[in-house]
């Protein structure tokens, strides 16, 4: 049977982990090489590394990044942030990322998706998209704003047409960020990603807002997810992937287990 | 211990190259030497993308290769679309043929409400006295990324239950695939590409 994904997230900005709270107030939460193969080793089904790194030096920075924790992981590695063209994907692939994340870029440049997934194949390119629900539209959820630059900047366009656009041109999964979940540890928005999630093909990865094991219980369920994103939860042993995946399991959700 | 890992420009190859050195093969890239795998201890043809892409193999002259090598019994495992490529073809390209190594063919999967491609971590059943999966026990996990299938047939060492069985692991002598990534697959997949560099012919 399929299982139910636990993906650990690290934020990277210049080369060190960091947790933001809703985008902002970053703790320093280590080395991510160290970090990632650790959450391999505790039962992460995958790492999600995202590089919150804006300037031109920090991309050099990345690209080590990436080559050091790829070294040390077999389980499916994903590297977003920053990514602009077909080219900074190449290199990030050549540093041993098994899949991209783009923002930004394929809200400016749709055709980036379509570039990417023609050279390196639909399930190497994740498209992720933060959203924040919309109390003036008429369906704040299935209509919530998409926002870009680290969720700074509106877009004016609907979580599920943007969603249903990244599926045609060629995502092979969408990372969906609740930005009015992020960091407050208060449960996943399990509408918004239930809406994305029925509204396109292609496995939905939950995130923003893990706090407790019941958050994945109801995402996975009522949220519909195929997989969830966990970073704050685990930084600070809270909870290792293994131990949230033998409560999820208890729970009646499948996971990979013994992992 | 020396391995061929065949390059046929569809996709990035740095995963399965890492894996293999971590499990101390060396490793050999070639996208044309025929010498490479004319004379290769053993052969990787990783994939990933769409089965179209396998054309170059048959430009290159590298099919006719492989399958002179697999003849003289050099161990061969294909991965993804590398497995896929040793059946007969696949519908998401008809009109390229596979190696035909089985003769069956691969298809999409058959429409249901599930998604697809079929994205995660999903549990092998195997079948007894495969080599390649020496040591899995049943219902271990693997990583699989793929929209196409091949189907259940004999010579299937372990298939796997999305939608409807359909085959995880083939393997025949020398001639293996795996559906999955085993470079992506945690303790298990070292485990089963471990048993792909110690194959041995059975007297």
Not at chain 1, 72 to 81: K, T
Not at chain 2, 82 to 104: D, R
Not at chain 2, 123 to 143: F, M, N, P, Q
């Amino acid at each position: 049977m399929l299982t139910k994904r636990i993906i650990a997230c690290l934020d990277v900005k210049d080369g060190r982990v960091v947790k933001g709270v809703q985008f902002v107030d970053l703790i320093d939460a280590g080395d991510p090489a160290t970090q990632a193969a650790r959450h391999a080793r505790e039962g992460a089904d995958e790492i999600v590394l995202l590089d919150i790194t804006a300037t031109h030096e920090g991309r050099q920075t990345l690209l080590d990044t990436v080559r050091r924790t790829a070294q040390q992981l077999f389980v499916p590695f994903c590297v977003g942030g920053g990514i602009r063209t077909a080219h900074d994907a190449a290199l990030v692939f050549e540093a041993g990322a098994d899949k991209i994340s783009v923002n930004s870029a394929a809200l400016k440049t749709p055709t980036l998706i379509d570039e990417i997934g023609r050279s390196f194949g639909a399930q190497a390119v994740v498209v992720a998209i933060d959203a924040r629900r919309n109390p003036d539209a008429k369906d704040p959820v299935r209509e919530a704003e998409v926002y870009v630059q680290g969720g700074r900047k509106p877009t004016g366009r609907g979580v599920v047409a943007w969603a249903r656009e990244a599926e045609q041109r060629g995502a092979g999964e969408i990372l969906l960020t609740s930005m009015d979940s992020d960091g407050t540890r208060a449960g996943f928005d399990c509408e918004l990603t239930a809406a994305v999630s029925e509204a396109v093909g292609i496995p939905v990865i939950a995130s923003g807002g893990a706090g407790t094991v019941d958050h994945f219980v109801d995402v996975f369920g009522r949220g519909k997810a195929d997989a969830a994103l966990a970073a704050s939860i685990f930084h600070f042993g809270i909870s290792s992937a293994r131990s949230l995946k033998e409560e999820l399991a208890r729970a009646g959700v499948s996971v990979r287990l013994p992992c | 211990m020396r391995v061929t890992v065949i390059d046929y420009k569809a996709g990035n190859l740095t995963s399965v190259l890492k894996t293999l050195r971590h499990l101390g093969a060396e490793t050999v890239v070639t996208d044309s030497d025929l010498a490479l795998i004319e004379n290769a201890e053993r052969i990787v043809l990783p994939g990933v993308g769409n089965f179209a892409a396998t054309a170059r193999l048959d430009a290159t002259g590298i099919t006719g290769a492989i399958r002179a090598a697999i003849h003289k019994g050099t161990p061969f495992l294909g991965i993804c679309v590398g497995m896929q490529w040793l059946f007969s073809g696949s519908s998401e390209a008809p009109e390229q043929p596979g190696l035909g190594a089985f003769s069956e063919a691969c298809t999409h999967f058959a429409e249901s409400t599930e998604k697809v491609p079929h994205v995660g971590w999903n549990s092998l059943e195997i079948r007894d006295g495969s080599k390649l999966l020496a040591g899995v026990e049943k219902g271990e996990h693997v990583y699989f990324t793929h929209s196409f299938r091949a189907p259940v047939t004999s010579n299937t060492a372990a298939e796997t239950f999305y939608i409807e069985p359909f085959t995880a692991a083939v393997e025949r002598g020398n001639v293996m695939g795996t559906q999955f990534h085993p470079e992506k697959s945690g303790a298990t997949g070292l485990k089963i590409l471990t048993n792909f560099l110690q194959w041995e012919p059975t007297c």
